[in-house]
């Protein structure tokens, strides 16, 4: 990173004058206290010779911290120190004020010939980063797990990093755990299960030879089989998850090709998944070689496969192409929303494209008309974000409107020429940072100047698209016959003229119920959602997308027959865009307000850090407390 460039507001870490190029991290994993510990090895190339290294660290325990000089990193992962004749000596650190986003700068001044630092850690109760499981929170029940979730700035609460999106590192890791654990990572495993020390524990080797930022590097531990799905691909679980994920992810070998197919070769070699247990907070996670994702997309017809045409649609958007700053995340998300349904398009056809292209407007327009309504400036697709936590700045706009913007330009220019400008987009910044300005730049160079919209054609405008709040007037409009239909037979129940068991649902997709739920006025009544219950088991549905509508229906005009299943759905389930709405429907009633507080006295614990804080907030915005 040139000194000119702005700086990110989310670390302390100053990559223009020392730079982190490769770590050695060497780990025992410790379920009995919660803890990792042991060494994190940095390599440094020092372009300002007087400047300390500044790391991001939050919540760690910092024991030694050593230097070192000479040597040259070793891709194959050996950590064989005294084959490579690493000798260090100890050196002095400081660790700066506890600031509440962004943690403590750990500052290490380096002697004239420091190559490498090692330092010597643990983490703690506070490393948001990971999330600890207790046996009973996974598929298997027996075991414990461990898993890592560092996007947006946690990486520094289980590594003291340069916690930037900008900056990229190398990396091997060995990871020793109890048996019969299995330790994946978002690297290549170079080592499966090497018996270790005396003590039964297994060491597991990784290395990752293509740079990536802090936030990219993932870790699991826990009880773990794998599935073979297709040359390149593959689907790791829980040992009693795993027939069901296998089969519910068989069309991701062809996903991959169709994609390849789309914004050319997939840069990473293995494409796999890692089905989590149902804690995990988000859907996915695109760990670079091996998406981290949520077991609630596994609905036993495929229908939820788009969030692995996202997660994989970040192999380009994000991993290869990285924003440079979380204040530009649109260029991950928004593209990567657009070339996800590109995915789908090429997958399973447009209809289903334009259905859940529409589902994505419907939430980003309720999210402007709710709580994005007072925040025009968290409306802009490039934020503001300095001094703010990046977790609670969280909305659709990156995701949809910035899909929506990609998709008014290739609207405009017809897909062959934007297709050809998208492909050299990633091809010219693989694996590197890039800002809002820079795609504003590129975008006027490569498409609004040198090529002509097709006639008839409207040319977006990047500024108010880019710093304006809200849609844009001219914001393609995506439309749906499928959608069509549900509207018609919605109508036609909501008249009274037509019995549940009467509508023709026949060959309905997930996508057109959670359309035909979304609809429902909210004056629906408890008898009418009786009886749709009655002629389609809503309450008893395997798929959790349509549980989730379903479910915040049923809080909100308290269906009763449903609530034991809701409460259930909250205790089992971690994942935020689901803890979300089923709260707040519950808020909206005194009954329920009182059965929120009673169910989540119980869930807390189980759920993640970034849910906890995220459901602890709206209750606290309901005027609520939970103790805790
Ligand atoms: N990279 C995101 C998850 C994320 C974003 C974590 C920002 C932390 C901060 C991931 O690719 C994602 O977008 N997941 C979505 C699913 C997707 C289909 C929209 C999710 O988890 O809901
Ligand atoms: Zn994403």
Redesign the pocket.
């Known amino acids: 990173m040139p000194a000119t460039d702005p700086p990110d507001p989310h670390s302390h870490a100053r990559p223009d004058q020392v730079r982190v190029t490769h770590m050695d991290l060497d780990w025992d994993v410790d379920f009995d206290a919660a803890a990792l510990r042991g060494t994190a090895s940095l390599w440094l190339a020092r372009e300002d010779a007087r400047a300390p290294l500044i790391l991001d660290t939050r919540g760690l325990t910092i024991e030694a911290v050593e230097v070192g000089a000479g040597g040259a990193p070793d891709l194959s992962g050996s950590f064989d120190d005294a084959a490579r004749s690493l000798a260090w000596r100890e050196a002095s650190f400081e660790l700066g004020a506890s600031e509440p986003v962004l943690g403590r700068a750990l500052t290490i001044a380096l002697p004239g010939d420091a190559t490498r630092v090692r330092v010597r850690y643990a983490t703690t109760q506070d490393a948001t980063g990971l999330q600890w499981l207790e046996p009973a929170q996974t598929a298997g029940k027996r075991h414990p797990f461990l898993f890592s979730q560092s996007?947006?700035i946690h990486a520094r609460t289980w590594i003291p990093c340069q916690d930037s999106p900008g900056a990229r590192v190398t990396y091997t890791a060995r990871v020793r755990a109890p048996a019969p654990h299995v330790a994946v990572m978002s690297a290549d495993m170079v080592d499966g299960t090497q018996p270790s020390a005396a003590d039964g524990a297994r060491a597991f080797r990784f290395a990752m030879s293509q740079p990536v930022p802090a936030y990219l590097i993932a870790l699991a531990v826990g009880e773990l089989g794998r599935a073979e799905l297709g040359p390149r691909t593959a689907v790791w679980a829980d040992p009693a998850a795993l027939a069901a994920a296998a089969d519910e992810f068989a069309d991701m070998e062809r996903m991959l090709e169709l994609a390849e197919g789309l914004y050319g070769p997939y840069a990473w070699g293995r494409y796999d998944v890692l089905v989590l247990p149902p804690a995990f907070p988000?859907?996915?996670?695109?760990n670079p070689r091996l998406t981290f994702a949520t077991p609630t997309i596994i609905a036993g017809d495929r229908s939820l496969n788009?969030?692995i045409a996202?997660?994989l649609a970040?192999s380009w958007s994000?991993n290869l192409v990285t924003n440079a700053t979380w204040e530009d995340?649109w260029l991950?998300?928004g593209f990567?929303?657009y070339f996800?349904r590109r995915i789908v398009e090429a997958s399973y056809g447009p209809a289903r494209a334009a259905m859940e292209a529409m589902l994505g407007l419907q939430e980003l327009e309720a999210e402007l008309a709710g709580e994005l309504a007072a925040r025009p400036d968290d409306q802009r697709l490039r934020v503001t974000l300095a001094g703010r936590d990046?977790?609670e700045t969280?909305s659709s706009i990156a995701?949809e409107k910035g899909a929506l913007l990609l998709t008014a330009l290739e609207r405009a220019y017809g897909r062959e020429t934007f297709d050809a400008f998208l492909r050299g987009w990633f091809d010219r910044h693989r694996f590197g940072a890039v800002t809002t300005a820079d795609f504003e730049a590129y975008a006027r160079r490569e498409l609004l100047e040198p090529r002509e919209a097709l006639p008839g054609a409207r040319v977006p405008s990047l500024r108010e698209w880019i710093h304006g709040p809200g849609l844009p007037a001219d914001a393609p409009r995506a439309s749906s016959p499928a959608f069509a239909d549900v509207d018609r037979e919605l109508a036609a129940f909501l008249a009274g003229t037509t019995s549940a068991r009467a509508l023709n649902t026949s060959g309905w997709v997930t996508q057109q119920w959670q359309h035909l739920l979304r609809a429902l006025p909210e004056s629906v009544t408890p008898a009418q959602l009786a009886s749709l219950d009655e002629a389609y088991a809503l309450t008893q549905t395997r798929n959790a997308e349509i549980a989730c509508e379903w479910l915040t229906i049923a809080a909100r005009v308290r269906y009763a027959p449903a609530l034991p299943r809701l409460e259930r759905f909250l205790i089992e389930v971690g994942r935020r865009?689901f803890l979300m709405p089923l709260y707040g429907a519950l808020l909206t009633t005194p009954e329920g307000r009182a059965q929120a507080l009673e169910i989540y006295a119980r869930a807390r614990p189980g759920y993640h850090a970034i849910s906890r804080a995220s459901v602890d907030a709206l209750l606290a915005d309901a005027g609520l407390r939970v103790e805790g």
């Open positions: 996007q947006a988000f859907g996915g996670m695109e788009s969030l996202h997660e970040h994000g995340l991950n998300e990567t929303v996800e990046p977790d969280f995701y865009k």
